[in-house]
C-alpha cells in the first residue's frame, strides 16, 4: 500500500471547516482513499473513502486531486467532539478482493478550540 | 447495539500468565481483523479471516499470539507467556466483502491490557 504523509497537528476553531490534507503520491490506480478517525482511548471509527471522485456522506466530505497524489477531507462545522486523529489510508482494492489489514501512520491530531 | 463488541474491555495480567480476548463482528459481517496498538502509535494490523479461514498470520507479533475464529462468527485473540511489551490496545475490525462492496472495516473498543 503507498505510504501517506500528514501533518502532525492542526488547530481549528469550532463552528469552521476543517481542512485535513493528506499526500499519497505513489498512490496507485487501484488504491482506495480511507479516512479514519480515533477519539482518546477509542476504537477508530469510520469516516469515508473515495477512488477518484469526491465523495461526500454525513459525516464529511473528501476531495482527491484529479492526479490522486493528494486529498483533503473536510469537516464543514466543526464541534469540540471532531478533537481527536486523523487518519488518512491508501489501501489497494480489485475485484478479487483486498488483502490484509489497513496501514495506520500516525495521523493528524485535531484540535478544535472553542 | 449491532457494533463490534470486544471481552475484556480491560485486562491486568501478570507477566508469564495467559490472555484470551474475544470479538463479536457486526452480523454477517464475513472479514474480521485483529490489530494491535501501543501508546502513541497508529493501530498495527496483526490478522485476519475471512470467514473461519485465516488468511494472514506472518504478522502475528510472535509465535506466542494466536487467533481462532472457528465458526467463522467470533473471534479470539490468545497471548501465551506474556510479556511486558505485549501491554497495548487490542482492536478488532470487521467488514463485509462481496462483489460490491470495498472491505470498508469497522472497529470495536479494543482491549486495554496491562502486563505488571
Known amino acids: 500500500d503507498a505510504k501517506t504523509t500528514q501533518p502532525t497537528s492542526m488547530d481549528c476553531a469550532e463552528g469552521r471547516a476543517a481542512n485535513l490534507p493528506c499526500n499519497h503520491s505513489?498512490?496507485?490506480?487501484?488504491?482506495?482513499v480511507y479516512w479514519y478517525r480515533q477519539i482518546h482511548s477509542q476504537g477508530p471509527q469510520y469516516i469515508i473513502h473515495g477512488l477518484k471522485n469526491n465523495e461526500t456522506n454525513e459525516m464529511a466530505s473528501l476531495i482527491i486531486t484529479e492526479d490522486r497524489k493528494s486529498s483533503t477531507l473536510i469537516l464543514p462545522h466543526a464541534t469540540l467532539r471532531d478533537t481527536a486523529v486523523y487518519y488518512c489510508?491508501?489501501?489497494?482494492?480489485?475485484?478479487?478482493?483486498?488483502?490484509?489489514?489497513?496501514?495506520f501512520g500516525k495521523g493528524t491530531h485535531l484540535i478544535i478550540q472553542p | 447495539d449491532t457494533g463490534v463488541s470486544q471481552n475484556p474491555r480491560h485486562k491486568i495480567t501478570k507477566r508469564g500468565q495467559n490472555v484470551t480476548f474475544r470479538c463479536d463482528p457486526i452480523?454477517?459481517?464475513?472479514?474480521l481483523y485483529w490489530y494491535r496498538q501501543t501508546l502513541g502509535q497508529g493501530p498495527e494490523f496483526l490478522t485476519y479471516f475471512q470467514n473461519e479461514a485465516q488468511l494472514e498470520k506472518s504478522r502475528l507479533l510472535s509465535d506466542r499470539f494466536s487467533a481462532e475464529r472457528p465458526k467463522g462468527s467470533f473471534s479470539t485473540l490468545e497471548i501465551q507467556r506474556t510479556e511486558q511489551g505485549d501491554s497495548a490496545m487490542y482492536l478488532c475490525?470487521?467488514?463485509?466483502?462481496?462483489?460490491?462492496?470495498?472491505?470498508?472495516?469497522?472497529f470495536g473498543p479494543g482491549t486495554r491490557l496491562t502486563v505488571l
Open positions: 489510508i491508501v489501501r489497494v482494492w480489485n475485484s478479487g478482493g483486498g488483502a490484509d489489514g489497513l496501514t
Open positions: 475490525a470487521s467488514s463485509l466483502v462481496s462483489g460490491t462492496s470495498t472491505d470498508t472495516q469497522y
Open positions: 452480523s454477517e459481517h464475513n472479514r
Open positions: 505513489t498512490i496507485s490506480g487501484n488504491e482506495y
